[in-house]
C-alpha cells in the first residue's frame, strides 16, 4: 500500500471515529450530568487521537523505509557481487531502484537487474509492516479516547490544546525559516568577507568578479566593487520605476475614490489589480521586445548618442507600471479611510472638489500613501525578470537612463548560474549581495509598517 492511500485510509478511519464519538456524546444529553463539551468536541478529540499518532508514525516511517529496504538488498546473497562502496556501486543501486520501480526497462549493469526483484520484496514487506502498524496506532488511539468519553470530560479543553499547540509549531515553522535564511546567508557572507574586504565590496567602483581567477588576486584586484549594482538598484528600481509608478498610482485612486461611480469602481478597481498578477517573466518580454526598441528608437530620433537596446529606463518604466497596483490599493485604502467628516468640512467651508483632495485628504493620507510606496520600493528592488531581460548585465555607474545598467539581483543569478565551486569568491558574492538586498528590504518594510501603524493609530 503506497503512503497516499496509507494516509487517506487513516484519514477515513478518522471520519468513523469522530462519527462513532459524537453519536455517542449525544446521548450525554439525557444523563443527569450537564456536559461539559459538545459532540463535536467529543468527536474530535477520538479523530485525533486516531489520526494524529499514525499520521506521525507513517511520517518516520516512509524516511526510514528506504534505508531498511536497501540494508535488505545488501544483505541478500546477490550483493555480494556488488562493487565496494562508492559511486559505481551507488549508480548500480540507483538502476535497481529505477527497475523496481518501472522508470527505466533494464540496467547497465547486470547485478541491478537481479537485485530488482529483491528490492521490490523488500519494499512490499516494509510497506505491509508499515500499514499494519499505522492500523494498530489507529485502532489503539481511537479506542483509549473512546473509552474517556463521558458527561464531565473536558473535550473540548484538550481539542483546544492540540489547535494552539499546532498554530504554535506553524508559527515556529515560519520564525525558524527566517532565522536559518538569515543564518545561511551571514555564514557564507563572512566566509566571503573573509577574502574580500568589506570596505572594498561597500565602497568599490569596479564590478568584474570574473577577472579574480586566482587566489593571490583576491582582495587585490578591486574587482568586488558593488558601488555599480546598489546604485543600478536604486536607479531602476527606486527611482525609474517610482517616478512611473507614484504619480500613476496615487492619481487612479484619486479617481476610483473620489470621481468614479460606484458601477465604474466595480470593474475598474478589478482590472487595476490584474497588473499585480501578471507574471513577470511576462513584463520581461513587453520590456524587451518592445519597450526596449521603442525606447532606443526614440534616442536615436532626438540624437541622444550612446542609446542601448538594454537600458535602465526601459526595465524601469515597465516595472513601474507592473508595481502600480500596490502604490494603487494601498493609497486607495488610505484615503478612504480619512474621516467622511473632513472632506464634508472642507466642502462646506467653500473649498471645491479638487481643493479638498489637494489639500485635506491627501495630507491626512499621506502616512499611509508613504507606507504604500515604500512597500512598492522593497517590491520593486527584489525584482529580477525584467532586469535581467531589458536592462541587461552591465555593471556601469551612469546616470545615463538610456544605458545598460544591472541590479543585485541580477547578478545574483549571474552568479549562481551554472556549475560552480562555493569556495570561490565569485560565487560567495552573490551571499553577500544576497544579504545587503535582505537588510535593505527588511528596513523598508519595518519603516513602511511604522508609518502604517501610525495612520491607523490616527484615524482607528
Given amino acids: 500500500?503506497?503512503?497516499?492511500?496509507?494516509?487517506?485510509?487513516?484519514?477515513?478511519?478518522?471520519?468513523?471515529?469522530?462519527?462513532?464519538?459524537?453519536?455517542?456524546?449525544?446521548?450525554?444529553?439525557?444523563?443527569?450530568?450537564?456536559?461539559?463539551?459538545?459532540?463535536?468536541?467529543?468527536?474530535?478529540?477520538?479523530?485525533?487521537?486516531?489520526?494524529?499518532?499514525?499520521l506521525i508514525f507513517v511520517a518516520i516511517w516512509g524516511?526510514?523505509?528506504?534505508?531498511?529496504?536497501?540494508?535488505?538488498?545488501?544483505?541478500?546473497?546477490?550483493?555480494?557481487?556488488?562493487?565496494?562502496?562508492?559511486?559505481?556501486?551507488?549508480?548500480?543501486?540507483?538502476?535497481?531502484?529505477?527497475?523496481?520501480?518501472?522508470r527505466i526497462d533494464a540496467g547497465f549493469n547486470p547485478i541491478s537487474t537481479e537485485l530488482a526483484p529483491i528490492y521490490e520484496s523488500a519494499q512490499q514487506k516494509y510497506a505491509i509492516v508499515g500499514a499494519v502498524l499505522a492500523m494498530i496506532l489507529v485502532f489503539a488511539g481511537g479506542a483509549y479516547a473512546f473509552t474517556r468519553l463521558r458527561p464531565d470530560f473536558r473535550a473540548r479543553t484538550r481539542v483546544e490544546r492540540v489547535v494552539m499547540a499546532t498554530l504554535l509549531i506553524a508559527?515556529?515553522?515560519?520564525?525558524?525559516?527566517?532565522?536559518?535564511?538569515?543564518?545561511?546567508?551571514?555564514?557564507?557572507?563572512?566566509?566571503?568577507?573573509?577574502?574580500?574586504?568589506?570596505?572594498?565590496?561597500?565602497?568599490?567602483?569596479?564590478?568584474?568578479?570574473?577577472?579574480?581567477?586566482?587566489?593571490?588576486q583576491v582582495g587585490s584586484s578591486g574587482a568586488f566593487g558593488a558601488v555599480p549594482l546598489f546604485w543600478g538598484t536604486i536607479f531602476i528600481g527606486a527611482i525609474i520605476a517610482m517616478i512611473v509608478a507614484i504619480p500613476l498610482g496615487l492619481m487612479s485612486a484619486i479617481y476610483l475614490t473620489q470621481y468614479a461611480r460606484p458601477a465604474v469602481r466595480r470593474w475598474m478597481k478589478p482590472l487595476l489589480e490584474v497588473l499585480a498578477g501578471v507574471p513577470t517573466v511576462v513584463y520581461g518580454y513587453f520590456a524587451a521586445l518592445t519597450v526596449a526598441p521603442a525606447i532606443r528608437?526614440?534616442?536615436?530620433?532626438?540624437?541622444?548618442?550612446?542609446?542601448?537596446?538594454?537600458?535602465?529606463?526601459?526595465a524601469g518604466a515597465v516595472m513601474g507600471v507592473m508595481i502600480i497596483p500596490f502604490v494603487s490599493s494601498m493609497a486607495d485604502d488610505s484615503i478612504a479611510a480619512v474621516p467622511q467628516s473632513m472632506r464634508?468640512?472642507?466642502?462646506?467651508?467653500?473649498?471645491?472638489?479638487?481643493?479638498?483632495?489637494?489639500?485635506?485628504?491627501?495630507?491626512?493620507?499621506?502616512?499611509?500613501?508613504?507606507?504604500?510606496?515604500?512597500?512598492?520600493?522593497?517590491r520593486a528592488i527584489g525584482e529580477t525578470m525584467i532586469v535581467v531581460m531589458a536592462a541587461g548585465l552591465a555593471a556601469n555607474l551612469t546616470a545615463n537612463p538610456f544605458a545598460s545598467?544591472?541590479?543585485?539581483?541580477?547578478?545574483?543569478?549571474?552568479?549562481?548560474?551554472?556549475?560552480?565551486?562555493?569556495?570561490?569568491?565569485?560565487?560567495?558574492?552573490?551571499?553577500a549581495l544576497g544579504l545587503v538586498l535582505f537588510v535593505v528590504t527588511l528596513l523598508l518594510n519595518i519603516v513602511a509598517l511604522r508609518v502604517v501603524k501610525k495612520y491607523r493609530e490616527a484615524y482607528e
Fill in 1 to 54: 500500500m503506497s503512503a497516499l492511500a496509507l494516509t487517506f485510509l487513516i484519514l477515513g478511519l478518522g471520519v468513523v471515529g469522530w462519527i462513532i464519538a459524537r453519536a455517542r456524546a449525544r446521548g450525554f444529553a439525557t444523563t443527569p450530568v450537564r456536559p461539559h463539551s459538545r459532540p463535536n468536541y467529543h468527536g474530535w478529540y477520538v479523530a485525533l487521537w486516531a489520526v494524529a499518532p499514525a
Fill in 63 to 102: 524516511n526510514v523505509t528506504p534505508g531498511l529496504v536497501t540494508q535488505a538488498v545488501l544483505d541478500s546473497p546477490v550483493a555480494a557481487q556488488l562493487p565496494p562502496p562508492g559511486m559505481q556501486r551507488g549508480a548500480i543501486l540507483s538502476e535497481m531502484r529505477g527497475i523496481a520501480t518501472g
Fill in 171 to 216: 508559527s515556529l515553522i515560519a520564525i525558524l525559516t527566517t532565522i536559518g535564511i538569515v543564518a545561511s546567508l551571514l555564514f557564507e557572507s563572512m566566509r566571503f568577507f573573509a577574502k574580500v574586504s568589506p570596505i572594498e565590496f561597500l565602497f568599490g567602483t569596479t564590478w568584474s568578479p570574473q577577472t579574480a581567477v586566482r587566489a593571490d
Fill in 297 to 314: 528608437s526614440f534616442a536615436a530620433t532626438i540624437g541622444i548618442p550612446g542609446a542601448s537596446s538594454e537600458s535602465a529606463l526601459a
Fill in 344 to 378: 464634508d468640512g472642507s466642502l462646506a467651508m467653500g473649498a471645491t472638489t479638487s481643493e479638498t483632495i489637494r489639500k485635506v485628504l491627501v495630507p491626512a493620507a499621506l502616512p499611509g500613501v508613504v507606507g504604500g510606496v515604500l512597500l512598492a520600493v522593497s
Fill in 405 to 431: 545598467v544591472t541590479t543585485v539581483t541580477t547578478q545574483i543569478v549571474q552568479l549562481l548560474t551554472g556549475d560552480q565551486e562555493f569556495d570561490s569568491p565569485k560565487t560567495l558574492a552573490a551571499f
